[in-house]
């Protein structure tokens, strides 16, 4: 988060980007990179500041916007500057319309914030501004919903309306302490006269990579979702309900849901009447009969607690989406790459899953030649609320 332009968003799902350049070093002859699951886009950037031609993937179309954005750091911060400045003398001479505010951001939000940043939106969306300084302008407004916002926020940027927090800052206010940041990054980078590589940023699916050549990839660099019940399309809606890209929360699945890998509950118990049919699919057939064990185990657990989650059914459908994924990064991937994952195990109402092993079996079926874990860190050590005491870990796959 220090680093400029890295430092732009805070992504619930982010790695440090020092340490992917050491990845990079490790396989210096790879210039051909993929990030499946980009995220706010950390591989893509580091990447394209080692000269590397880098691929991105990403689904959830909130996220692939940030990603998008912080790639126009190259534009002229002069003249960007002017754009922002356009913006902000609009908003101060703009007369509101009434307007019926979403409910989400009603309970996140005093009146005059609200206010604030929707004259922002509203010149923002009739603003007659170059087309990249009109997204990085988008990605500013987007980036200071929650600084503005009253409501508490979890680590993992859940909106939780009935906290508060001890400091906010009035929306424009933090416009232009965002962009004043932005700016002094773009003149540090811009200064360094890096010779960049190539960036293809794709909104897609993991589970079919379609966009990327086939047999073109030296390097895949990522950190798929963990099996650990994070709702990604939950924890940007306030963002999108600030957009108006969805009204309430069956929009905000219908909307994020179907291209993301499904790693939350709250995403899967529609496949009730699909469950002989995903055990069948051929890419699990490493994995099936301990997969099968660990999902039986889960159903029968979940009947003996309060909230009966869908942990069986989430097990198998990620594990399905993941077989999926790596099917089509062995078709993308030319021989001898090498694939990264950061990845951590999971054990929802204490049922171990051995994430690590089963992720390296389903890419030996998918037909990679081997793969090995390296420990990093132990997890579920620290928290005095924790659900169960099972040793977990996280760390890095490496698969040939």
Partial sequence: MKLPVHGWFRYTAGFSAEWVKTVFDKFPESNNILDPFVGSGTVLLEGQLNGKNTYGVEAHMLIHKVAESKLLWTINPDEFEVSSDLLLTQVLNFKLPKKKYPQLLVKCYSEETLNELFKMKYVWENLNVNEDHKKLLWFVITSILRVSSSAGTAQWQYVLPGKTKSRILAPLIAYQDKINSIIKDMKLMQSKNLILGNTTLIKGDARTLNGIPDNSIDLVVTSPPYANNYDYADATRIELSFWEEIDNWGELQNLVKNDIVRACTQHVAHIKNEIDELFE???????????????????????????????HLMALAYFKDMGDTFVALRRVCAENSNICFVVGDSAPYGIYLPVDKWLGELAIGAGFNSYYFEKTRDRNVKWKNRKHTIPLKEGRLWIK
């Fill in 281 to 311: 699919s051929e890419c699990l057939n490493p994995i099936r009969d301990e997969l099968k064990k660990q999902f039986d185990l889960l159903s029968i657990e979940r009947l003996s607690h309060g909230g009966k989650k869908n942990y």
